[in-house]
Nanobody
Framework: EVQLQASGGGLAQPGGSLRLSCAASGGTLDYWSITWFRQAPGKEREGVSSINNYAGSTHYADSVKGRFTISTDSAKKTVYLRMDSLKPEDTAVYYC????????????????????WGQGTLVTVSS
């Protein structure tokens, strides 16, 4: 069965960049939707970005649109979240989650839809 592992977090300065990885083991993600969620202290968990590997579609929260880019490698083993122009408000623990199949369109940010979750990776944006 597929397991997910998030990695790539760390410390970045405002305006800097990081790339997060969500690596699958036990299978490939050809028929999966993978979504990045984040949760900051005292705040609710929110959907950041999602990719449907079968449909080739992506989604972004308004707060990150134009700054973050989600992608999947050609082997369909790893989903990336490239984060550019980072802001302090991007500071959070980031989680990747997956579900297959995933025809839910604009419901992509509903966390209860996802069956498999990776461990979080901490992103800190500070000067």
């Amino acid at each position: 069965e597929v397991q997910l592992q998030a990695s790539g977090g760390g410390l970045a300065q405002p305006g800097g960049s990081l790339r997060l990885s969500c690596a699958a083991s036990g299978g490939t993600l050809d028929y999966w939707s993978i979504t990045w969620f984040r949760q900051a202290p005292g705040k609710e968990r929110e959907g950041v970005s999602s990719i449907n590997n079968y449909a080739g579609s992506t989604h972004y929260a308004d707060s990150v649109k134009g700054r973050f880019t989600i992608s999947t490698d050609s082997a369909k083993k790893t989903v990336y979240l490239r984060m550019d122009s980072l802001k302090p408000e991007d500071t959070a623990v980031y989680y990747c989650a997956g579900v297959s199949p995933s025809p839910f369109g604009d419901a992509w940010s509903r966390s209860y839809l996802y069956d498999v979750w990776g461990q979080g990776t901490l992103v800190t944006v500070s000067s």
